[in-house]
């Protein structure tokens, strides 16, 4: 189901941090959305894929340290 749904959910994440007061509820949420589109990406065979968009976004929201120090545990940046 979420493969068809797989350009959505990213644009949600992004969504997610733009709008997103800058707390640890939102991070949590954009994080378990990541956490899933990995899998994905892990299952399809594109985790190149996902980790590009996955840099774009650390780039994008750099100064976000509680943001990041999340992504970095899970050693995606």
Do not use: M
């Not at 959910?9 to 589109?37: F, H």
């Amino acid at each position: 189901a979420l493969a068809a749904r797989e350009t959505q959910t990213w644009q949600q994440v992004e969504n997610l941090l733009d709008t997103g007061r800058k707390i640890a509820s939102v991070y949590e949420e954009a994080t378990a959305l990541l956490e899933k589109l990995e899998q994905l990406s892990e299952f399809q065979d594109t985790r190149n894929l996902f980790q590009q968009r996955l840099h774009r976004l650390a780039e994008k929201y750099a100064a976000r340290p509680a943001l990041i120090g999340r992504w970095h545990t899970r050693g995606w940046v």
